[in-house]
Every structure is written in structure tokens, then in C-alpha cells.
């Protein structure tokens, strides 16, 4: 298991864990995801909080942003957050991004990754919020593929299971 830093919870509630590089392995990927346009994602990550989540759990609690923000960097630090890398997949999703009016299409070689913890972070999230969020897919993106000149991100969102299904993800062996 890969013990990485600690989590970080900005002042929009958004919860990641920042990687390093030796904490991903692109090996296996990288000269064909670089061969077919594909940008390396530098700034690699596992989100754990972020969106719609974060929206409702806002709905469920009388809290100030700072007592909120309290509470879940608490639950957050609470864990270990330990993985271990798994498969290797493409994933693709066309949409109207960052606001656009033009339909963008994106993909991304993703890594899913097992984390136990973010299932119990989910458990003691809904316990003290009172709410039934989806757990979200533990993973890293490595690279990313879209149509937009010059992307600030071009990443693809996988809130959950359920969310990850509908990206049609091929296993790339």
C-alpha cells in the first residue's frame, strides 16, 4: 500500500489528496497516451469532496462555512488514506464545459486505485451529516485529451459508481 500525504480541504470544501510523482506509476502508459495527443496530468491528485457533494451536504447542516469546513477537515484527517494502484482505463464524455456553449469531447486515462478509507469517510460523512452521498471512485488521472485549445482542464468528474458506468470504461491492458 502507497502512503501518501495528507488530505487538503480548500475554502470551498473541495477534498483532495496531492501526488507525487513517485506515487503514480505511468509507465505502463505514458509513450502511447503521449504518441495518440494526450497531455500528461501534472498536477496529480485523488479527489475526495468536490460538486454537488459538497452542495448537499450544505442542505443537510445549519453550520457557518468555517465550522463546516472544521468538521470535514476532522472526518478528513481521521484516515490514513493508504492505496493501492489497480487497472488502467479510458474513459470518454462529451459535454458543454466551464460554462461553454460549444459541446467539447474529452477523454482521460484514468487509474483506479483501492482505498478503503474513502469508503469510510463516506460512512462517518453521511453519519454526522445526515445525508446518503455516493462514494466516490477512488482514482488519478494521468492524461487527458480534449478539444479546447490550450485547457486550463481537461479532465472528466467521476462522482460516483454509477457516474464512472456511464463513461464507458474500456480496460486497457
Same mark, same amino acid.
Given at each position: ?6 488530505? #487538503? ?14 506515487q %503514480?506509476? %505511468?509507465?505502463? @502508459? ?7 495527443? *494526450? &497531455? ?5 491528485h %485523488?479527489? #475526495?469532496?468536490?460538486?454537488s457533494?459538497? &452542495?448537499e ?15 470535514i477537515?476532522? /472526518?478528513?484527517?481521521? !484516515?490514513?488514506?493508504? *492505496?493501492?494502484?489497480?487497472?488502467? !482505463?479510458?474513459?470518454?464524455?462529451s ?6 456553449? @460549444?459541446?467539447?469531447? =474529452?477523454?482521460?486515462?484514468? =487509474?483506479? #486505485? ?7 469517510? *463516506? ?6 451529516? &445526515?445525508?446518503?452521498?455516493? %462514494? ?5 488521472? /494521468? !492524461?487527458t =485529451?480534449?478539444? &479546447?485549445?490550450?485547457?486550463? *482542464?481537461?479532465?472528466?468528474? @467521476? ?9 464507458n470504461? =474500456?480496460? @486497457?491492458?
Amino acid at each position: 500500500m502507497i502512503k501518501p500525504n495528507k488530505p #487538503i480541504l480548500d475554502s470551498d470544501l473541495h477534498a483532495c489528496i496531492e501526488l507525487t510523482a513517485n506515487q %503514480v506509476n %505511468v509507465s505502463d @502508459i505514458k509513450e502511447r497516451a503521449l504518441a495518440e495527443g *494526450y &497531455r500528461e496530468q501534472t498536477s496529480r491528485h %485523488v479527489t #475526495i469532496l468536490s460538486g454537488s457533494k459538497i &452542495r448537499e451536504i450544505k442542505k443537510h447542516c445549519s453550520l457557518n462555512t468555517k465550522e463546516l469546513h472544521d468538521q470535514i477537515l476532522e /472526518l478528513l484527517l481521521k !484516515f490514513d488514506w493508504e *492505496y493501492e494502484e489497480k487497472n488502467l !482505463f479510458h474513459i470518454e464524455k462529451s459535454g458543454y464545459w466551464d460554462g461553454s456553449d @460549444i459541446l467539447e469531447n =474529452r477523454e482521460s486515462y484514468v =487509474r483506479t #486505485i483501492e482505498m478503503p478509507d474513502m469508503k469510510n469517510f *463516506y460512512d462517518e460523512l453521511d453519519k454526522v451529516f &445526515r445525508t446518503n452521498l455516493p %462514494v466516490q471512485v477512488p482514482h488519478i488521472t /494521468l !492524461f487527458t =485529451r480534449g478539444e &479546447r485549445e490550450n485547457p486550463k *482542464y481537461h479532465g472528466i468528474a @467521476i462522482s460516483s459508481e454509477k457516474e464512472f458506468e456511464k463513461l464507458n470504461p =474500456r480496460k @486497457i491492458a
